[in-house]
Every structure is written in C-alpha cells, then in structure tokens.
C-alpha cells in the first residue's frame, strides 16, 4: 500500500509541477456535415484537466498484471499460429472490449486476421557444403567443406516449398546495395540470377550523414533489406556475414530468432530466395581462403567506392527440408472513433473493413501499436524450452492495455470530445520480420493519410523511472518541437540514439507505419534513471542484451518496477493529445526517405 501511494503521490507531483502548454484551437462547427476542427487563429489553451487526470490515472500495477499474465508459461512464448498467441490475441481483445473501444478488425471483430506460413528447416535433413574449385584427383566429397547447422549457418526457404536443392557458385556483392541517392551499386557488372549471393551486414562504412546515415543505420544495412534485394537481382540465396559490432547482437541473437520456425505472408507476391542464410564469419573466411583471397582485405575494399562484384571459385551445396505450417494469426485493433469518424459511420461507412472508402472530411488518428508475439518454445527440449518475452514485449502489450484503458475513460467524459480517432493495435510477428505492422500498413482500418501520427511501444525494461528519453524518428517529423517540449515538461531529457550504428528504427513495428507515410517512432528510455548514474542504466541494457534478449531466461520479476512504464504511457498520452488536437497535419521533414509515401497517402501531387 505505501508503494502504491508513493508512486500516486509521484504522479500527482508530476502535474502539478507541469507550466502551461499552448495549443492552437480549431473552431468549433458541428451541425450535420460539419465537425470540431482546429483554427490557426483561435486563442491558446492549456491542456485540459480532464486530460491531465486521465493521464495521471495511469496505473502502473495494471501494467504489471498484463506484463504478469502474457509472459506466463500458460502462453508458451506467444509463437504466431501457436495456441500461446491465439489466447493473447483474445486476452487483448477481450480487454478491448471491456474497455468499450469499436471493433477494428474483420467482419465486426477486433481481429485483423493475417495468411500466414510457417518454414522450419528441419536440422537432421538439411545440409550446406562449402565446395571450392577442386585440384585434379581429389573427390568433390573429400574436398567439400561440409557447415553446421546452427553453429554454422542458419537457413530458411522463403519459396515456401517442403524441399528445395541447390547447387550455385556463391558471388561476393560486398556489402549487397544498391543505393541510386548514394551513386552505389554494388551488383553493377555482375549477373547473379541462379545464383548464391555472399554479403556483409550493415552498411558501408561512413562518418558523413549525408552518406549511408553516416554513423546511423540505414534501411539498406538491415537484413531484410539484404534478403530482398538479393531475390530481386534474381538470386536463388544469400549468405549474410554476421559481424557482432556491425550487427549489435552476438550469434546466439542470429541462432535462436533463426533456427525456430520462419513465419511469412502467404500472399507476398515479391520475388523470394530459396536460402536466406546467415553465416558465422568465420565461415565467410573459409569462402575467401578456398578463393585464394584475403577475407579482411576483401571486406575492408567492399566499403569504398570503387569496389567490384565477384563470382567465387565457390558453390554452394545445400539440401533444404522444411516443415511447412500454413496458419493465420491476427492483429487486434481496438477504436475510439472520434467526431470525425463518428460522422462517417452516420453517413454509411464503417470502421474496420479492409476496403476502406475515402471520405470528404479527413480523419487525423492518432494510432498507438505494439507487437505481442515472440519466439514461442523448443519442442522436447529439457530445462526452460520457452522464449517468454516479458520485456520483449508483454511490456509494450501491458503499456498499449492501459493507454487504452485511460483514453476510453477519458472519452467517455462529457465535458471531453475527442476531434479524431485513437486506434490501438496489438500487432503480431514482429519477430518475424515486422510481418503484422507491415500487413496493418498495408490493410489500415482507416485510410493511411487519415493517420496523423503512430506511437510504438517495444521492450520497455520495468526498472524504474526514467530521466531519459530516446524518440529515434521524432526528429524526422514537422512535430518533434511538440515531443521535446513534452519531454522537458515530464523531466524527460530528450537524447539520442545509443547506438545508431545498430540501425533500431528500423527493427520495430513503427517501420512498417512509417513505409506507407505515417510519421511514426518508437518511445524508449536512455541511460538515466531516478536514483542511478548513467552507467547503472547503461549496464542494465547491456546485460539485457547479453543474457536475456531473445532468449530462455526473458521472464517477469516480481521486484520489477513498472513506474517509468507508467511515466512513459502518460508522456505518450500527452502526445497523442496534442496530435490529435494540432493545427496543421503531421508530416514528415522535407527530403525525409518517407515524406513521398505521405504525400500520396494524403493524395499530393
């Protein structure tokens, strides 16, 4: 009890300590075709209190029994498809429902359900071989270098075909980009249709921001896009030389999110690889000395300019089975229709279907997402075979719960009328690829260009309040002068990606927002935490990393302190306010890798 008034009392504090924040109004006109908009030359307001209290009723013990539950056993990890994510979908959904927010899923329900299929190579039946250019006399089979699986290499058919046998000589592509605004081309010269293509993770190597992002990732270092440009070119496979500085996990990160079952959209109609593969670099060395080539030099010349396409005197070999598990695992969206939305349903329309029809009047929802799925579990493995994914991400999950929660309470009061629509959804797969924020993009309850803004939650560690605050993405958007306002007043000092080498911005679920033009990023915490010195922080997160993310031993605490959960849903709250209520729409800054995709979602030329 003294706990819980203490955090109270700390809520409390926290407002009351909060100066005034002006926003423009937008006159108010609602008569029959007519809605609440916000004027540019209507007077400032503060904040409502109503919304202050709301947001100061953000409890973090409720956060906690949501985190308690999806991360129990019961779920078994939360594998998309697999009976644990089924009940969490409901878990959420049900939730949702309790809390009055309208259906945004299929035919009237508050599941967006998703084709999917799942691919897990089989271990005792899948082989890779490694065969040089052999000297006269030896046998292929003596001579062959023969990998294995999972210490080795990872793989997945992305054809979706129970077998798939291949015999390719492998092509080094450096670093696998092409990159028109960076005049670099690293398939120029080279044809590698048939063929497997040898690259490296991550991005050249760059101090310039106007160059790859300088220190910052960009999109081309990221695996996924490696993968898909490879199937592009019109490759067959890929082998991705996985380097822990340039990644920013160990192999054992690349092992268990790859040696588990692979989930992918049925109907991508996208060129696809028979071998996604990653490879310990060590392995890249042995491809390079049986070519006779030096593999740090090579590495080292793939990032500069000038850099040339290689065939191998290399092949791979390899013989691929797979369990294949067509299935269908859902998004759960939950709305809280605004004036705006509300008078479209009046006029015919409704919310939730997948072919949405324009309406005159534009919606600027406001959408908060998370990802409730993980890695599932080890069938008949001993010991603790469950990925339960407390921090990773029942904690997003908890934190979408009771914004949703305190956001209906909130609407519910007579004295408030939200002018747009708060969509909440819980995605799934995001493990997987971002598969279910890239499906929500795609399939959007309401039109993209009617969403102002989207706020994700991902892996926030419950271990007290934070000082810091890192909004990767704000800063690309015309609102982020609104979010580093709102972080000074919640004591929240705004600081910059940690690692921006590692490329976060586009491993979360905000990416999959951000592709179709809605300005999105994710709230995080920095080093800083009430009590604590930067390195107490900073060593958390590493030890985190190193012992806990995407592996067994992700599991609920009971001395875990949900507080800064609490103080960050409120500070998200607070923004989602303000987007709702700006004065002009929210947009990408110009020249912003995104900023195209939103202007045709708003229907610019």
Same mark, same amino acid.
């Given at each position: 009890?003294?706990?819980?008034?203490?955090?109270?009392? %700390?809520?409390?504090?926290?407002?009351?300590?909060?100066?005034?924040?002006?926003?423009?109004?937008?006159? !108010?006109?609602?008569?029959?075709?007519?809605?609440?908009?916000?004027?540019?030359?209507?007077?400032?307001?503060? @904040?409502?209190?109503?919304?202050?209290?709301?947001?100061?009723?953000?409890?973090?013990?409720?956060? %906690?029994?949501? #985190?308690? =539950?999806?991360?129990? *056993?019961?779920?078994?990890?939360?594998?998309?498809?697999?009976? $644990?994510?089924?009940?969490?979908?409901?878990?959420?959904?049900?939730? =949702?429902?309790?809390?009055?927010?309208?259906?945004?899923? *299929?035919?009237?329900?508050?599941?967006?359900?998703?084709?999917?299929?799942?691919?897990?190579?089989?271990?005792?039946?899948?082989?890779?071989?490694?065969?040089?250019?052999?000297?006269?006399?030896?046998?292929?089979?003596?001579?062959?270098?023969?990998?294995?699986?999972?210490?080795?290499?990872?793989?997945?058919?992305?054809?979706?075909?129970?077998?798939?046998?291949?015999?390719?000589?492998?092509?080094?592509?450096?670093? $696998?980009?092409?990159?028109?605004?960076?005049?670099? +081309?690293?398939?120029? $010269? #080279?044809?590698?249709?048939?063929?497997?293509?040898?690259?490296? #993770?991550?991005?050249?190597?760059?101090?310039?921001?106007? /160059?790859?992002?300088?220190?910052?990732?960009?999109?081309?270092?990221?695996?996924?896009?490696?993968?898909?440009?490879?199937?592009?070119?019109?490759?067959?496979?890929?082998?991705?030389?996985?380097r822990t500085d340039l990644a920013s996990y160990g192999w054992?990160?690349?092992?268990?999110?790859?040696?588990?079952?692979?989930?992918?959209?049925? *109907?991508?109609?996208?060129?696809?690889?028979?071998?996604?593969?990653?490879?310990?670099?060590?392995?890249?060395?042995?491809? /390079?000395?049986?070519?006779?080539?030096?593999?740090?030099?090579?590495?080292?010349?793939?990032?500069?300019?000038?850099?040339?396409?290689?065939?191998?005197?290399?092949?791979?070999?390899?013989?691929?089975?797979? #369990?294949?598990?067509?299935?269908?695992?859902?998004?759960?969206?939950? @709305?809280?229709?605004?004036?705006?939305?509300?008078?479209?349903?009046?006029?015919? &329309?409704?919310?939730?279907?997948?072919?949405?029809?324009?309406?005159?009047?534009?919606?600027?929802?406001?959408?908060?997402?998370? &990802?409730?799925?993980?890695?599932? /579990?080890?069938?008949?493995?001993?010991?603790?075979?469950?990925? +339960?994914?407390?921090?990773?991400?029942?904690? $997003?999950?908890?934190?979408?719960l009771e914004l949703a929660r305190v956001w209906s309470q909130?609407?519910?009061?007579?004295?408030?009328?939200?002018?747009?629509?708060? @969509?909440?959804?819980?995605?799934?797969?995001?493990?997987?690829?971002?598969?279910?924020?890239?499906?929500?993009?795609?399939?959007?309850?309401?039109?993209?260009?009617?969403?102002?803004?989207? @706020?994700?939650?991902?892996?926030?560690?419950?271990?007290?309040?934070?000082?810091?605050?890192?909004?990767?993405?704000?800063?690309?958007?015309?609102?982020?002068?609104?979010?580093?306002?709102?972080?000074?007043?919640?004591?929240?000092?705004?600081?910059?990606?940690?690692?921006?080498?590692?490329?976060?911005?586009?491993?979360?679920?905000?990416?999959?927002?951000? %592709?179709?033009?809605?300005?999105? /990023?994710?709230?995080?915490?920095?080093?800083?935490?009430?009590?604590?010195?930067?390195?107490?922080?900073?060593?958390? &997160?590493?030890?985190?990393? !190193?012992?806990?993310?995407?592996?067994?031993?992700?599991?609920? &605490?009971?001395?875990?302190?949900?507080?800064?959960?609490?103080?960050?849903?409120?500070?998200?709250?607070?923004?989602?306010?303000?987007?709702?209520?700006?004065?002009?729409?929210?947009?990408?800054?110009?020249?912003?890798? =995104?900023?195209?995709?939103?202007?045709?979602?708003?229907?610019?030329?």
């Open positions: 009890m003294q706990l819980d008034l203490l955090r109270t009392k %700390r809520s409390l504090q926290e407002y009351q300590s909060l100066p005034l924040i002006q926003t423009r109004i937008r006159s !108010a006109v609602v008569l029959a075709a007519s809605l609440l908009f916000i004027s540019a030359s209507a007077p400032a307001q503060t @904040i409502p209190p109503a919304v202050k209290a709301a947001e100061a009723s953000i409890d973090p013990e409720k956060i %906690r029994a949501h #985190v308690k =539950f999806l991360a129990d *056993d019961l779920l078994e990890g939360r594998g998309p498809g697999l009976r $644990g994510s089924e009940i969490a979908a409901q878990y959420i959904a049900t939730q =949702f429902a309790l809390y009055g927010l309208k259906p945004g899923g *299929d035919n009237g329900t508050y599941l967006q359900q998703i084709n999917f299929v799942g691919m897990n190579a089989i271990p005792s039946k899948t082989t890779f071989s490694l065969v040089p250019k052999k000297p006269e006399g030896p046998s292929i089979d003596l001579y062959s270098i023969d990998l294995k699986y999972g210490d080795d290499y990872t793989v997945s058919n992305r054809t979706l075909t129970p077998v798939v046998d291949i015999d390719a000589p492998i092509v080094f592509v450096g670093y $696998g980009i092409t990159a028109p605004e960076f005049n670099w +081309n690293d398939y120029a $010269g #080279v044809d590698v249709k048939g063929k497997i293509i040898l690259c490296i #993770v991550g991005d050249p190597p760059s101090t310039d921001p106007n /160059f790859f992002g300088g220190d910052a990732l960009t999109y081309y270092g990221r695996w996924t896009y490696k993968f898909e440009q490879a199937a592009r070119m019109g490759a067959v496979g890929a082998l991705i030389i996985h054992d990160v690349v092992k268990n999110s790859n040696t588990s079952e692979k989930t992918y959209l049925r *109907d991508n109609k996208d060129p696809q690889l028979e071998a996604a593969s990653w490879i310990q670099l060590d392995v890249a060395k042995q491809i /390079f000395k049986s070519s006779n080539l030096d593999a740090d030099a090579e590495i080292e010349a793939a990032g500069k300019r000038g850099f040339k396409a290689v065939e191998l005197p290399v092949r791979l070999h390899a013989h691929i089975e797979s #369990v294949v598990r067509p299935f269908q695992s859902p998004n759960v969206v939950g @709305i809280l229709p605004g004036a705006v939305d509300r008078m479209t349903q009046a006029e015919g &329309h409704t919310i939730g279907k997948k072919d949405v029809v324009p309406i005159p009047t534009k919606d600027q929802a406001v959408l908060y997402t998370a &990802h409730f799925d993980h890695l599932g /579990f080890v069938p008949g493995m001993s010991g603790d075979n469950i990925y +339960n994914g407390a921090a990773d991400n029942a904690t $997003g999950c908890g934190m979408l909130l609407s519910s009061q007579p004295d408030i009328k939200l002018p747009h629509s708060v @969509i909440f959804s819980a995605v799934t797969a995001e493990e997987q690829g971002l598969l279910g924020s890239e499906y929500l993009g795609q399939h959007p309850p309401i039109p993209a260009g009617q969403i102002a803004l989207d @706020i994700n939650y991902d892996m926030i560690l419950p271990i007290g309040v934070p000082l810091q605050v890192n909004v990767n993405g704000a800063q690309r958007t015309t609102f982020f002068p609104t979010v580093e306002a709102t972080a000074k007043r919640f004591n929240l000092a705004v600081v910059p990606d940690p690692k921006p080498s590692a490329g976060s911005y586009y491993r979360s679920d905000h990416f999959s927002l951000s %592709r179709v033009g809605i300005p999105a /990023f994710s709230i995080e915490t920095g080093n800083l935490y009430e009590g604590h010195d930067a390195a107490w922080g900073k060593k958390q &997160h590493e030890d985190f990393t !190193a012992h806990d993310y995407h592996n067994f031993s992700d599991n609920y &605490h009971a001395d875990w302190d949900f507080a800064g959960n609490a103080k960050l849903d409120r500070f998200g709250m607070d923004l989602g306010w303000q987007a709702l209520t700006a004065p002009t729409t929210i947009n990408w800054k110009p020249n912003d890798e =995104f900023e195209p995709a939103r202007k045709a979602s708003l229907g610019a030329k």
